[in-house]
């Protein structure tokens, strides 16, 4: 049965998340799957070592390496950005305990402003039925007043290294929602170069693929016409393979390495976490959403869109790509760690307890930097269900 996450019960095993049963200390915990959730397990690594004297690995291999690992018995926990409906353990448990935007990331010689783009140029250009840079769709989009969300940010006191610091993340209201302090409009105007578009994408099983392909093919149906899939060239609308797409349609294995290719190439665009524009000197876009808002590739955007999530029994969630919060970014996710009700070793399984309790209520606090949302909320109280769960 499907929940709202606006009214998820919020009475919780408490006792079961926080309070971990004795267990003998520095427990080396082996993990992989989804470069979605690389950038925030990368930065929390060490904070969860000091905490808690455990540890753990992570090799950022793509989903589809997270969920065939995780069916091997490679990994103590997987990581998997869409839904594992076929695992191998009957015991398997998704934990939607990372949330962050994947964003359009772009490299424009001459171009230094923030595109605005809407779902109709995405599909168009991922799709090859826009293949210049100054095309009028897009130069008519980046020629106009628009509105853009200016969110409400708070401080919290929080230890990193061992020394106290103060950051800044998005304040949110009782519900776990973003607060929008106000709306501003601007007119934006860019000139665009004549300059072919290369479409760079992830070749490998993907599930950043499976969530930028499934929002294409759920908001742009008319356009992107096939369902959204792991495997970006099965969704592709078209056959990339065409002669027409040659040296202008580029794969690449991981988000480490298509960030990177499209650094390198003029006229490149991608789709990748936001944490990867960041590390590769590339520029990001801001998307329209439903209210005709641009809303930037942030935690708060995502956190905005979550807000009318569903959830599912088996700890998955169902994603409300026709709402019109004014603040959503609809390119946003939650991304799922794989774990298990019965771990044979329940020592494992206490520490991989302790690891997801820790990246659920310390690792994006800590980590602003990263984009990764703080859960708070109906969000939160389904997380910790789960976590209890685990045995």
């Excluded at 103590?76 to 594992?84: I, L, V, Y």
């Excluded at 998704?94 to 359009?104: E, F, K, L, R, Y």
């Excluded at 293949?131 to 929080?158: C, G, L, Q, Y």
């Excluded at 800044?168 to 300059?195: H, Q, R």
């Amino acid at each position: 049965m499907k929940k709202s996450l606006a009214v998820v019960a919020v009475a919780t095993l408490f006792s079961g998340i926080f309070a971990s049963p004795a267990q003998a200390k520095d427990v080396k915990l082996t993990g992989g799957g989804a470069t979605f959730a690389a950038p925030i397990l990368d930065a929390c690594k060490g904070e969860f070592a000091t905490a808690s004297g455990d540890s753990y690995t992570y090799a950022s291999l793509g989903s589809g390496a997270g969920r065939s690992g995780w069916d091997k018995g490679d990994y103590d926990f997987g990581w998997s950005d869409t839904p594992h409906l076929t695992a191998k353990d009957a015991n398997t448990m998704h934990i939607p305990v990372v949330a962050a935007p994947v964003a359009i990331m772009y490299n424009i010689p001459g171009v230094d402003e923030q595109l605005n783009l809407t779902p109709e140029i995405i599909a168009g250009i991922f799709s090859r039925q826009i293949t210049n840079w100054n095309d009028p769709k897009i130069k008519a989009e980046n020629n106009k007043t628009i509105k853009t969300p200016i969110f409400k940010t708070t401080k919290v006191t929080t230890k990193v290294k061992g020394k106290k610091v103060t950051k800044t993340i998005t304040a949110k209201d009782k519900s776990g929602n973003p607060i929008v302090a106000s709306y501003k409009e601007e007119k934006v105007a860019i000139d665009f170069p004549k300059l072919p578009i290369v479409v760079v994408y992830r070749n490998d099983s993907s599930g950043t693929s499976g969530i930028f392909t499934n929002y294409l093919a759920a908001v742009v149906p008319s356009i992107w016409t096939k369902p959204g899939n792991n495997d970006f060239t099965a969704s592709f609308p078209g056959v990339i393979t065409d002669a027409a797409n040659f040296g202008s349609v580029q794969g690449g294995k991981g988000s480490e390495q298509t960030a990177p290719l499209t650094a390198r190439i003029a006229g490149a665009i991608t789709y990748a976490e936001a944490n990867y524009a960041k590390s590769n000197g590339l520029a990001v876009a801001l998307v329209k959403n439903n209210a005709g808002v641009y809303v930037a590739p942030g935690a708060a955007g995502v956190s905005a869109f979550l807000g009318s999530a569903t959830t599912n029994p088996n700890g998955t969630l169902n994603l409300d790509y026709k709402t019109t919060n004014q603040a959503a970014y609809l390119l946003g996710s939650t991304s799922y760690a794989l774990v298990s009700s019965a771990y044979k070793d329940p020592v494992k399984g206490a520490a991989v307890k302790g690891l997801m309790t820790y990246v659920l209520n310390e690792c994006a606090k800590k980590f602003p930097a990263t984009e990764f949302a703080v859960i708070g909320g109906p969000l939160k109280t389904f997380n910790e269900a789960q976590i209890a769960k685990i045995k």
